[in-house]
């Protein structure tokens, strides 16, 4: 078959399975709870202003120009590094060029030849393409089943030199948490087991100072590779490593996404510092967030759909994929920009609405999403 039959061929197959993708146009004059602005920060005018009234020097720079083991290693990137680390009480911290860059860069960097990998079968696909780019042993453990990865490491560990377990605080898909309490305990029977928790979904939205769940848990000291994104509920780009000194340091050696990318703008690291700085007095609009997640997923379970949301995203899944576009289509024509979620991003007959909940929220538009949910 020709190159270009085949690709043909491929697409009308996704629009026969209701699954073919579109890049949409930002949404005019729909309230949007598809975003990952979980903090409303974007829209919050007064706190961009105040970020500009203050900025001068190298932080008002748009390019770093070259990678960070050239010339883009600004002072702005040493600061920002700095901040996080004192922030999370760790020895050192690292920013990379995206969450994706993160996840696929440091298990590779720092993966022995007796390495295991234990991962959640749910986690991110960053993480999955971070295992594959290793090359070492792995193995998925039922999604959030921390028994189940208790019996795997009883079978597995001691024939590694050391268990690299995977996973996240908050779950993209289904908005569960995992009980970080109960993994950290696994640590204490298995000596060489290593904790690498992704915070994309956690960072700004849980914790007394909005450093993600783990900081809620009180279990930080616990997580040896703590992952956060700055592009999420920070409303920044990029993404960080907490972590010792000398993981840091092999980083900076060995991970190939950080080492051959151009850095971060200087004007992005400083807007991402005054966001952190900020974030111990967004405790309100966090617990906004929160309520507003249990109200909706008590919606969800009020209609007889499982729901196993524990934030500020909460699915219905309705199965079917024309089902999920309709309703999509549903809640565009009352005014909310809610997109479908369907296969390969979930499994086969799981299609769904995610909403990504907003601190931006009005207490009406809420109000007027609860009744058309249950109008559906």
Not at 57 to 68: K, N, Q, T, V
Not at 141 to 168: C, I, K, P, Q, S
Not at 187 to 192: L, M
Request: glycine content about 8%; aromatic content about 6%; hydrophobic content about 45%.
């Amino acid at each position: 078959m020709h190159f270009y039959d085949r690709l043909r061929e491929t697409l009308e197959g996704l629009r026969r399975g209701a699954c073919l993708r579109a890049l949409p146009s930002t949404p005019k004059g729909l309230v949007n709870l598809s975003s990952n602005d979980y903090l409303g920060l974007l829209e919050d005018e007064a706190l961009r202003e105040s970020f500009y009234a203050q900025l001068h020097g190298e932080a008002r720079l748009l390019s770093a120009a070259s990678s960070r083991l050239l010339t883009g290693s600004t002072e702005e990137a040493r600061l920002l590094e700095t901040e996080l680390a004192r922030a999370y009480g760790t020895e050192a911290a690292l920013v990379f060029g995206s969450g994706y860059h993160a996840n696929t860069g440091i298990l590779q960097a720092v993966a022995g030849p007796k390495t295991l990998v234990l991962a959640d079968k749910l986690i991110h696909a960053s993480m999955i393409d971070g295992i594959r780019l290793a090359g070492c042993d792995y193995v998925r453990f039922r999604h959030n089943d921390l028994g189940h990865a208790r019996v795997l490491l009883e079978r597995r560990a001691a024939d590694y030199d050391e268990v690299m377990l995977m996973t996240e605080s908050v779950f993209s898909m289904d908005g569960d948490r995992t009980d970080l309490k109960a993994l950290t305990a696994l640590k204490a029977d298995f000596p060489n087991l290593l904790l690498y928790l992704d915070e994309a979904h956690g960072v700004g939205v849980f914790g007394p100072n909005g450093l993600g769940c783990a900081e809620a848990e009180g279990v930080l000291g616990d997580i040896d590779i703590l992952v956060g994104t700055l592009g999420k509920a920070l409303s920044s780009t990029g993404a960080y490593v907490v972590c010792r000194a000398d993981l840091r340091d092999i980083l900076v050696n060995r991970m190939r996404p950080f080492i051959f990318t151009t850095a971060l703008p200087p004007v992005n690291l400083a807007w991402t510092r005054f966001v952190l700085a900020a974030l111990p007095a967004m405790a309100a609009r966090r617990e906004r967030l929160q309520s507003m997640g249990r109200r909706l997923a008590d919606a969800v379970r009020a209609k007889g759909v499982p729901c196993a949301s524990a934030s500020q995203i909460v699915p219905w899944t309705v199965g079917p994929n024309d089902a999920a576009v309709a309703a999509a289509a549903a809640f565009r024509s009352a005014g909310f920009y809610v997109l479908p979620i369907r296969p390969p991003t979930v499994p086969e007959g799981t299609a769904r609405l995610r909403f990504s909940l907003t601190a931006a929220l009005t207490e009406a538009d809420f109000g007027r999403l609860l009744e058309v949910l249950e109008a559906q």
